[in-house]
């Protein structure tokens, strides 16, 4: 991981790169006079020539979406971000051509699998444990991170392997669906580690909401940030500086739900019915997903992106979106907390930069999840996460050689059977337990946000926009905020997510979207 600056006084330039997926940050600001470069936006505005004017187009995508981090745009319309596998060359002899970032590392989705499946497996295992091997480097105290699902469980039984007794910081919560207990004891049973439990609160997250949002940067789409944050500063409040992470299957092998409709839509193309139908009846069975829906949305999907021109970054809003910008629609009830003026104004808006269709309709998918745009908004909250409590944090799945490896493998070693990352499920037979390995369900570092904005965290909401002078009111509608906030306590649907972004974009304009302080970096 990397983002660096080389001068070369002799050509008269400079050349920026960033690390292959973009776990280390790169901001920049460029005019014909200046170029300014910050690991931190917070440090660009700083600078005389930078302004803070608002990126509209990224806040409505924020809002109607959640997703951040899709392009190279950020939250400020000046301000820019090297994508991961991006470089810079900026000229300091001449000023007429504005330079453009180049990607120096891709994966080529389109070349067909060509390795068996026991040499996959064996071949992922061993890149694994030597990317594990090269990350347990570390002359400080050193840690894991580990939520009781299979990639966290996977690095800390094989890390336990080759450094006995290392530390393990996991995120639990009593009495609650989103506690992992079960999971992480089965870890803990089986390896020499030394763990250490700590327990997110709705207090905890009100005390501590300005500061994660002043270190994030730029607003985020979910409250599981909030779950990350308190095993970050659990992290460093025991000593340990660095800590290895599990980010990566999910979207390299289609651990996501989200995948299984374009799975099928593959299947789908390729006239595979009788495994369409084998794939929806598992996928019931370990899902609880309806198989007819299923069905469905893999049809629609196969028949809309079939259109290669139509498979864009943004798949999963496609529809929505289409309505949306369709005058003609009436607003849905999860919009109703966006201001009209704001709403129509997007809705004139130019169409987002969409990345070329690589492959057939599920590799795409995994191509734009893992590689471009990819992992940008996971591991910038990562990132700053564990910067703000001065913790370096390490990602052995985020070896390019693994991710390369798992390109080249067929579509049955990511999901077989309802069963998701069966790369990584087959790879760790025999070192991770039974009980972790054959998981199906997926929680991951959460936290009940919906139970939160029916109790102490929606009389927070209320406060915040009952307090007048909102910088958030060109996009928010107060009135429509605080109904969507009846309508979760009535049980009439969860929009937590809707209500946390209200939270966050208003809090973000008081910290950093209109004025900072100098950054602590």
Not at 264 to 275: D, N, V
Not at 359 to 388: C, E
């Amino acid at each position: 991981m990397w983002a660096f600056v080389l001068l070369d006084l002799r050509a008269r330039r400079l050349f920026c790169s960033r690390d292959r997926f973009g776990e280390k940050p790169f901001f920049y600001y460029l005019d014909r006079e200046v170029f300014a470069f910050s690991s931190e936006i917070k440090g660009l505005l700083q600078c005389h020539r930078v302004s803070r004017t608002l990126n509209e187009q990224t806040i409505f995508e924020y809002l109607t979406t959640g997703k951040t981090d899709r392009r190279s745009s950020t939250f400020f319309s000046n301000i820019a971000q090297l994508r991961g596998g991006e470089a810079l060359i900026v000229s300091l002899a001449s000023t007429l051509a504005p330079p453009q970032p180049r990607r120096y590392w891709d994966i080529d989705p389109t070349i067909p699998p060509a390795i068996s499946r026991r040499a996959a497996c064996a071949d992922f295992r061993d890149l694994l444990e030597d990317s594990i091997r090269l990350r347990l480097m570390s002359d400080v105290p050193l840690g894991a991170c580990l939520s009781g699902g299979l990639d966290s469980s996977s690095i800390v039984c094989l890390a336990d392997r080759m450094r006995p007794k290392i530390n393990t910081f996991s995120a639990r919560y009593k009495d609650s669906p989103h506690d992992e207990g079960e999971y992480i004891d089965a870890v803990l049973e089986k390896t020499s580690v030394t763990p250490h439990f700590t327990y997110p609160s709705v207090a905890d997250l009100i005390e501590d909401v300005e500061s994660l949002v002043y270190h994030q940067d730029e607003p985020f789409g979910s409250l599981s940030i909030f779950a990350q944050w308190s095993v970050f500063k659990l992290v460093r409040e025991t000593g340990v500086v660095v800590t290895l992470d599990g980010q990566g299957p999910d979207e390299m092998l289609g651990g996501y739900h989200a995948a299984f409709p374009l799975f099928m839509a593959g299947l789908l193309h390729q006239r595979r019915f009788f495994s369409l139908a084998k794939e929806a009846f598992f996928i019931q069975q370990n899902h609880q997903i309806d198989w007819a829906e299923s069905l469905f949305q893999a049809a629609r999907y196969a028949k809309v992106f079939g259109d290669k021109s139509k498979f864009t970054e943004d798949v999963f809003q496609y529809f929505e979106r289409r309505k949306l910008t369709r005058p003609t629609v009436p607003l849905r009830p999860k919009l109703r907390w966006l201001t009209l003026d704001f709403i129509k104004k997007q809705r004139r808006a130019p169409e987002s930069y969409a990345p070329p269709f690589r492959g057939d309709v599920f590799v795409n998918y995994l191509y734009l999840s893992l590689v471009n745009p990819g992992m940008q908004a996971i591991l910038r909250v990562a990132d700053r996460n564990s910067m703000a409590h001065s913790v370096e944090s390490r990602v052995p799945f985020l070896d390019h050689r693994i991710a390369e490896l798992a390109f080249r493998c067929p579509d049955s070693l990511k999901i077989l059977n309802g069963s998701t990352k069966r790369l990584l499920r087959e790879s760790t037979k025999g070192i991770l337990p039974n009980k972790v390995r054959q998981r199906q369900g997926k929680i991951g570092f959460s936290v009940p946000q919906d139970q939160w904005f029916k109790r102490e965290l929606g009389d927070y909401l209320q406060g915040l926009f009952g307090a007048g002078s909102l910088l958030s009111e060109p996009y928010l509608d107060p009135a429509g905020v605080a109904s969507l906030l009846e309508h979760h306590r009535g049980g009439q649907g969860n929009y937590s997510p809707e209500l946390w972004r209200a939270i966050n974009l208003e809090v973000w304009l008081k910290n950093i979207g209109t004025h900072t302080t100098a950054s602590a970096a």
